[in-house]
């Protein structure tokens, strides 16, 4: 089990002594007190620390390994040089030199067992957990072949070179064979997991340059575990008995271990999705499902000998869209951390003992030709097999990699733990020189981590600087700089740049068609559908403050006073509360502001235009919209998704959104005459009954609840055939959308019966408003809502639908006959020149209406209806008269 | 979705097409497919609607403006228009200023023609100046909900005093391109894969 410390009290206790001062009196009974200090009795209190050792060690090398992390970033200036992993290699160093110096003896080592079962899985779970998939999937041939071909590549040069050095007699008398130093190749070959992401996370390179690195480290592992398993096995052997069968054996074997270990990978995953689906009574170990089953994902592969690390990868990998969309919010925020967590501790570990472990002469043997050439090798191989493939990769890649993420690839291949818990995996007695090999990994491994990893960063930012010229950027510039920011991240949407491809499109299909089905719960699969979500929230927001607007107003009419006819832009949230907020915040910023930049401050002119031009500056730099590029995280061991981001998105998505309701309004609004007078009869007495519900003392501010039972039967109703896939998604929302207009374009003019479906949504009382708003999925009340409060007319309860429409003439963009598609309103056109799916999609919603809207309490019209003939005019009377004057005719 | 008719479906005068953006065949396929996939009803063309399906521009605030640049005039773009538009993002190469003929008229890469794409995005009626109120506009779009409507207007004034050089309240396109003339338009402006 875990090796370390497990070597006699005495050893384990020499640690505690160092780290805290724990009495140096293993097994020794303290005694508690003069008083009940009588010997061979009962004693109250006893020191135990054989029965504790293990564990209390092991903890405490953990807090020690913690508190180191808090101590390295307590300084910023020491992290943002150093990485992280060089710095915890060298406490190691000190740490172990320490407890040498106590005792010694090496007793803390990092054990292969300890590195295989218990560090290394968390870590790579939580890659796979968080891989942004697409992206991965994307590059998968580029990964591959790196992995693959570059692997072997690194260890059969390697090997070969350093034999052939051998032959020449460079190194002197070693006991060593070709076999062996393949075994060493293919041990030294494989780029480290671990040591690339410590490394490459805080170098920021381009997305498609980092999956590539991290993806290969990843998948590298079945070719490196072929390789070594093989080479041993041939050592073993002996160099004459190796046969061609053996050979075609041991390439049988890398598809056997590389496709079964993903097999495996993707079993559990399934499996876990699966038994994520049923835990909605056992919320609270949900999380911990997500680890065992990957975890014993690990232990399968490994048991059957197969790729460990693939296994859990992909179980991640597989797993992590239903588990999403499966467990709770509250588990999946634990499940974040947690893996987090687990990985993050694992790999301040690793570190830490990889150093401790070099504190040991035992094991050093120094072979000053070994070691040099060993890096030598390394590193120029590795430049020359990038070099290669790149070259052989960019006749059939899209996106190009250039000669400096060649260089990146190459000046990344860092070498880490993997190496050397194999190469301590070695068993002694067949491989001779198995220190030597033993030492040498740690030389590489140390100088790939702390030379490489210390000067990545700053040749990452050389090969970038192009011109150095630091000058305050002008407010044009700014600007503008930020648009094109966003025009060239839309122009990459629309021209699709990772593309659009066959096998994706198949796979999304399958995977809508069952695989979802399968693995997601029914809530899961509605729930994903979120372009209705942000609709029928901002919906619902609205409607619920364009009541409570009504309420203070005591008519609707608002609405269409000229100052809000750019609806797009008027947020109907309290407004008072929102700039009471930015001013102040306003006043906040403005200090820090002038304090942040002082010194540009002082070589411009002092002026007031100044100090207001340094205010602009300031709240553009904080408030512009951040392009995708920038805010766009991919994968990050210690960080996790920030919020931010999605509110940016949403806050974008909704102004997206609306703006489009507020086109498609407009083009309702072209539409004929006849039609929109029916309309406005029907609304009209609509909103005659809403007003009335107000005097009737039943506000509606009770509506919103009630109004979410009925979304639910509206997601309920419409949602079954919904794609769970964003793009989808979108899609479906958007046509939809379409379908609005189809819609009420379509049903309309045929009177009654016709246009009576969408409108008998709003007309129960209580629902008012937010009914109207909240049923998501039945977009004709939308545009419908906007416009609603239209010259009612206050006296007559019917009043002249041909008469009332002339008087409300003051319709943005309205021509008079306007025929359908011949309007001037934009996006009037395409969805009305008939979009199948559109079409099938508005059947749909149609169907979905008459269906809720037989389903809703229709019972309640009649009630209303009568209340509103019993109220006494008066009741009524005031808010209309209220809205005429408001009204601007 | 997904269905795809075969590879080698030919484009439309993909030659002339070619001469015109300078995209290579191989990218010219390629968006002919991301049209032909976009194109949701085998229609032959883009309508707003198709382009509004695309997920990440309703994330984007500049998205609905930069679909509707791509319907300069009417509902409805071909592949050649599509393309026409994206060719504005084609990284500037060596050889086009190399073999730029003084004849041709200018590639619609060049920086001049990346800056008018941009530029009309900004100017919505199109008279050849972005006045304050279209500047007001965008800087609406552009900026988070905390910023007050105060704060935007200041912002935009300045803006557009910053590059009115002859005084008129409004950026003409000379002084749009003076206002970004240290900037690397062309590299701002390029997206790698469009080749």
New interface residues.
Partial sequence: MWGLGARGPDRGLLLALALGGLARAGGVEVEPGGAHGESGGFQVVTFEWAHVQDPYVIALWILVASLAKIGFHLSHKVTSVVPESALLIVLGLVLGGIVWAADHIASFTLTPTVFFFYLLPPIVLDAGYFMPNRLFFGNLGTILLYAVVGTVWNAATTGLSLYGVFLSGLMGDLQIGLLDFLLFGSLMAAVDPVAVLAVFEEVHVNEVLFIIVFGESLLNDAVTVVLYNVFESFVALGGDNVTGVDCVKGIVSFFVVSLGGTLVGVVFAFLLSLVTRFTKHVRIIEPGFVFIISYLSYLTSEMLSLSAILAITFCGICCQKYVKANISEQSATTVRYTMKMLASSAETIIFMFLGISAVNPFIWTWNTAFVLLTLVFISVYRAIGVVLQTWLLNRYRMVQLEPIDQVVLSYGGLRGAVAFALVVLLDGDKVKEKNLFVSTTIIVVFFTVIFQGLTIKPLVQWLKVKRSEHREPRLNEKLHGRAFDHILSAIEDISGQIGHNYLRDKWSHFDRKFLSRVLMRRSAQKSRDRILNVFHELNLKDAISYVAEGERRGSLAFIRSPSTDNVVNVDFTPRSSTVEASVSYLLRENVSAVCLDMQSLEQRRRSIRDAEDMVTHHTLQQYLYKPRQEYKHLYSRHELTPTEDEKQDREIFHRTMRKRLESFKSTKLGLNQNKKAAKLYKRERAQKRRNSSIPNGKLPMESPAQNFTIKEKDLELSDTEEPPNYDEEMSGGIEFLASVTKDTASDSPAGDTGSDTPLTGRSSPRHGPPTAAAAVPEKPQIPARLQRPRAPSPASPTPAPAQNSESAAPAPAEPPEGEPGAGPAPGAGPERRGLPSAHARSAAARRVHSRRSFQRPRARRRPALLKLASLPPSCHAPPHALEQEETPL | ??S?SSHAAVIPDGDSIRRETGFSQASLL??H??FR??D??KKGYL??????????????????R?I?S?FPDG??VDFPGFVRV?AH?RPVEDEDTETQDPKKPEPLNSRRNKLH??FQ?YDLDRDGKISRHEMLQ???????????EE?LE??AD??VQ??DEDGDGAVSFVE?TK??E??D?EQ??S????K
Avoid: C, W
């Fill in positions: 979705m997904g795809r390629r968006l497919h991301r996939a976009l949701r009803n309508s707003r609607m198709d382009l509004q399906q695309i997920g990440a521009l309703a994330v984007n605030p500049l998205g609905d930069i509707e791509f509902q409805r994206l993002f794409y941009a995005l965008v800087l609406r779009l552009m900026v988070g909900v905390q910023v007050t704060q200041n912002i300045r803006t910053e590059a749009f206002s970004l240290k900037m338009v701002k402006m997206i790698r894969i469009l």
